[in-house]
């Protein structure tokens, strides 16, 4: 089997830096700790980024895939609006603020982008199924990926999910599996999962890709700060459910300063929960180093991971870059979403209204500078989570088709 | 009032050819025909094109739009992914098929084009509302665009659509107004409401300013046109609801021919509509020229307009071009949307399944050409019209969190 990642060279313990061959690993043989990517990067310059497509395959030279990528059949997600929110500004007082709007993708969340460099991992390594632990919006991208590559798909999600996310994991033709019990309890099964013959040439995504997948999130990173102009944002406000997205995006960051393609400048890395699974936020606030797990209860559900797996590596990019983590409740949720929809035309699921409530929390009580230029993240599509709006989910009136029922009405 | 719509100097009657100044009108006062927009065209080319935004707005020499249109607030739709569509190709037994999928637009259908045209008509002629009538993706479009553009927003729905529909509509902001009635019923409500006081100063962005509005839809002609490589398709399957879109998609065509975009060869245009809502294609397979109205019954809502205005130029365009219109039954919509998601990982409104299902029958009985480069519209989003598919829209098996139930479920 020759394996071809691109600048990926090997993979590394975050823990002990203990390096590995590139393989389906996820965790160090020394001390346990999570491997991820190593890469040893070329001359990578903007003008040829710039002259890549218009989607993540843009940054193939610093992702964990081949150089002909794009030619493959993928789902080719990324490259969503950067919008400049003026009216949300205004409305909360911050001078210039902009919304990253991952429901863009071709699934309408941020997975697809993880999920589009596991396809390649899962191809690397000859795996026929494809497979995950998901709280929905990852089940979907999982199938939809899989029947573009023309892998199998058999995807495990806790059974009490939004039924937009059933439906839509259910209609690209894979297997579902509801599982009785939390996102932790799914997690916790396919990792035995993989251990078992049944198990055997499947690609969990987020278990024994981790590594590949993971690093699909540092193309937030990228797209944010080409699209503000080649310029890190000054704030930043990302979700947190297994904490992942937000540490690659601080990676992302990173390398774009050590490559030279943008300014080295401080950026603040603003870390978002909903109260109903705030560990980290709750370990933040305590000055702990350690996440406590806890039992989820919010609408958030695709945030809703009791036990992050990245929780003190979100502690400590909070701390060191001088940001924060913080959490708003069921009820600021939905209201940021509506805030967010009226003044932008951007209808975000629950977490988008985590992401904004937190803002909104974090300007009001002065933690954010108003004058930086601050990006923060939607990351799913309100369609998905319509429960949360449909108590104003009516017309505003019903009529007879006549001007003097109008009348009557308004 | 300085009027700006960069390239578009005049409308004209699409029946007589009487020309009027530029304004909120829509029908010809000699004969009642309704108005389009007239261009006068400088020097287009490619590479012009190409540098411009990932957006419509890299078509805005060619639209009724001033040239900094780009620097306003504004959904910025378009640019959405065509598709190499190999696994449906191969299942159909096309060679060469391509989806264009538009529900990667803001609100997740081709709407946002036409909306975000109306939209700077809108700003040219001081309106302050924006309004519609609207089988429901209009309905979401116009609000969240007139969130984002800052106007006030007053939209006309049958009240008995999708509860999605109506969520996306409500979450932005505006009035939604349900009619107890048909789309057709809602579409004569509001003619009336512009000659009344009450809809002074209002943009009824499919009537007053249809000959802008519509003009948004020859950017689905663009687009496919570019991402083929400044090609035409030489086969493209297009549904049909009003038939303004491919009316605009044919006129699209012809000015990238005419402007020497691409090279002039023949291609075949076929119109796609639900069997429950079908004058189109009832007329076209009696061979009569004239459209006779219909009481709409199918799960393809946003195709259920029983009296389409543009059915007459629709049968022209599929007679010229050497095309066809059909249409297949709900059940057919359903199936078609199930081969498309799990072919290549689309998740497809009920309008989807309708082009989806005509391309497939009009394959099986060889109207199609095999062996011809094909493209086939996927216009919406299957998040929206949730219930097609809801049937299947369960877990293939809910078990215990261990492998024994996973083996006895497998």
Same mark, same amino acid.
């Given at each position: 089997m020759s394996l071809d990642f691109g600048p990926a060279t090997a993979l590394s313990c975050r823990e002990c830096g203990t390096r590995y061959d590139l393989g389906p690993s996820f965790a160090c043989l020394e001390c346990f700790g999570p491997l991820e990517a190593a890469y040893s990067f070329g001359d990578v310059r903007r003008e040829d980024i710039e002259a +890549?497509?218009? @989607? %993540?395959?843009?940054?193939r030279s610093l *992702?964990?895939?081949?150089?002909?990528?794009?030619?493959?059949? @993928?789902? @080719?997600p990324g490259w969503t609006k950067l919008v400049k929110a003026g009216n949300l500004g205004r409305a909360l007082g911050l001078k210039s603020l902009y919304v990253k709007d991952d429901s863009g993708n071709p699934t309408h969340s941020f997975k697809d982008r993880v999920v589009a460099i596991a396809v390649e991992a899962a191809r690397n390594f000859g795996f026929h199924t494809l497979s995950c632990s998901s709280t929905g919006n990852l089940a979907g991208a999982v199938t939809a990926a899989a029947a573009r590559a023309g892998l199998d798909a058999c995807v495990f999600i806790p059974a009490d999910l939004e039924q937009a996310k059933i439906a839509m994991a259910r209609v690209f033709g894979g297997r579902l599996i509801g599982i009785d019990g939390t996102y932790d309890e799914v997690n916790r099964f396919c990792s035995e999962l993989i251990g078992d013959p049944l198990g055997d040439k499947w690609g969990f995504v987020n278990v024994n890709l981790r590594p590949y997948y993971a690093e699909g999130s540092k193309t937030l990173a990228y797209e944010i700060a080409e699209q503000l102009g080649w310029r890190l944002p000054e704030q930043i406000v990302i979700p947190i459910a297994s904490g992942s997205q937000l540490t690659k995006i601080d990676k992302g960051f990173k390398e774009l300063i050590a490559l030279g393609l943008v300014e080295d400048r401080p950026y603040k890395v603003f870390g978002a929960q909903a109260q109903g699974c705030s560990p980290v936020s709750a370990a933040y606030k305590a000055g702990h180093d350690v996440v406590q797990p806890v039992r989820p209860d919010t609408i958030a559900k695709s945030l809703? %991971? +009791? @036990?992050?797996? &990245?929780g003190p590596y979100v502690l400590d990019i909070a701390r060191r870059t001088g940001g924060a983590v913080e959490d708003v409740t069921d009820a600021e949720i939905v209201e940021a979403i509506k805030l967010l929809a009226s003044t932008e035309g951007i209808f975000a699921e629950t977490a988008g209204g985590v992401t904004v409530g937190v803002l909104k929390k974090l300007t009001e009580n002065g933690v *954010? &500078?108003?004058e930086a230029e601050t990006v923060v993240l939607n990351t799913g599509d309100g369609l998905k989570t319509l429960d949360a709006v449909s108590g104003d989910a009516q017309p505003t009136a019903v009529i007879k088709p006549s001007l003097d029922a109008f009348r009557a009405a308004v």
């Open positions: +890549g497509p218009s @989607n %993540i395959w843009r940054y *992702l964990p895939v081949p150089a002909d990528v794009a030619t493959k059949p @993928n789902m @080719n809703a %991971i +009791g @036990n992050p797996a &990245d *954010l &500078d108003p």
